[in-house]
């Protein structure tokens, strides 16, 4: 009897271990897909990132603010506009709202992540010149 369940014991050890390593596998799998979407290379590395640690990515962003390109003025007056709609005191969602803060952090780190792309090209021309 011992010896079955020692077995059985064992058995579901081994399928738990090959669905784990699979399942890491694919994660890995993805991640790189999801760097090479972004550009590969160090700046698709950058990207991936900041979609993971914002937990969205830029078109996800976007869609939230109702923005098709990355402007300013635009930006913050769809943000400020939807950030006070759903106030929960004037009875909005705090979920909703905090998706829309989430969407101007993750676009706020894209324009900075292009600022910095920018002044670092800039100062290459400037030491080549």
Not at 9 to 20: E, I, P, S, W, Y
Not at 71 to 94: A, C, H, I, M, R
């Amino acid at each position: 009897m011992a010896k079955h369940l020692a077995q059985l014991l064992v058995a579901g050890v081994q399928v738990v271990g090959r669905a784990f390593a699979k399942a890491l596998r694919q994660e890995i799998a993805a991640s790189q897909a999801a760097a090479q979407r972004a550009g590969g290379g160090a700046a698709g590395e950058k990207h991936s990132a900041a979609n993971q640690m914002l937990g969205m990515n830029l078109e996800e962003a976007k869609q939230i603010l109702n923005v098709e390109e990355l402007d300013l003025e635009q930006l913050q007056k769809n943000y400020e506009y939807l950030f006070n709609v759903n106030d929960k005191s004037k009875g909005g969602s705090f979920y909703i709202q905090s998706k829309v803060v989430r969407a101007k952090e993750r676009i706020d780190r894209e324009l900075q992540d292009i600022a910095e792309a920018k002044e670092k090209t800039e100062s290459r021309q400037d030491a080549n010149t």
